[in-house]
């Protein structure tokens, strides 16, 4: 049973507009949440992260949003660029529990059209 | 500073060879795991270590060693290479503590087994 599920593969946009990708989880024991992107090639790189506590984290253009009752995280781009156009990957780690032992949904493709 | 260093890039085994993908880190994280991506899926973990001399398993170890003989470095063994172990494997560092560190990842190994 995959406990993190990103259930859009891919996402094509404007740029200029927003892109909204999607993340949902099973475990309740997750507590922490962090989003990072990869580019062909090379390993994932941090993007942002949320804890539990919180309901919205945001840095620059990506915002996260959590809704712990529902079990579902976003990551909001505004506005988003072409540069943009990478892989995202939602992670999850339950309480007191490393970063590097996260658990990985499988990823969307973002495309971000000039 | 390097961060996460992996080597080789790219490599391909035949049935039932062995070999280490070498991973080194100079953050001094105290924290250290290996991931793996198969093509359409997240990452995957394979073994972690909190500090030298202590390691232990992750979601996916069998066919795999791993030893920690120094904060910086995290070797991954190979006993005996399977059509089924081609991935791209993802070596990754973070602080040591609970929850809220990202991990910093390298540029991964391309392995391919015949």
């Known amino acids: 049973d995959q406990q993190v599920k990103q259930n859009s593969p891919s996402l094509s946009v404007q740029e200029g507009r927003i892109s909204i990708l999607n993340c949902d989880y099973t475990n309740s024991m997750f507590d922490y949440f962090l989003w990072y992107k990869k580019y062909p090639a090379e390993g994932p790189t941090f993007l942002i992260s949320i804890s539990s506590i919180k309901d919205k984290n945001e840095d620059g253009r990506f915002t996260v949003f959590l809704n712990k009752s529902a079990k579902h995280l976003s990551l909001h781009i505004v506005p988003s660029q072409p540069g943009d156009s990478a892989v995202y990957f939602c992670?999850?780690?339950?309480?007191?529990?490393?970063?590097?032992?996260?658990?990985f949904g499988d990823g969307t493709t973002l495309t971000v059209k000039p | 500073n390097a961060g996460v260093t992996q080597t080789p890039k790219f490599q391909v085994l035949k049935t039932g060879q062995s070999m280490t993908l070498q991973c080194a880190q100079d953050?001094?994280?105290?924290?250290m795991s290996w991931y793996r991506q198969d093509p359409g899926m997240g990452l995957r973990l394979i073994h972690y270590s909190v500090g030298a001399g202590i390691t232990d398993q992750g979601e996916v170890p069998n066919g795999y060693n791993v030893s920690r003989s120094t904060t910086e470095d995290f070797p991954l063994r190979l006993l005996s290479a399977a059509p089924s172990q081609t991935s791209v494997y993802f070596c990754?560092?973070?602080?040591?503590?609970?929850?809220?560190?990202?991990?910093?990842f390298g540029q991964g190994t391309r392995l391919t087994v015949v």
């Open positions: 992670a999850a780690s339950p309480f007191l529990t490393n970063a590097g032992k996260s658990t």
């Open positions: 953050m001094n994280h105290e924290y």
């Open positions: 990754a560092s973070s602080e040591t503590g609970g929850g809220s560190t990202e991990a910093f």
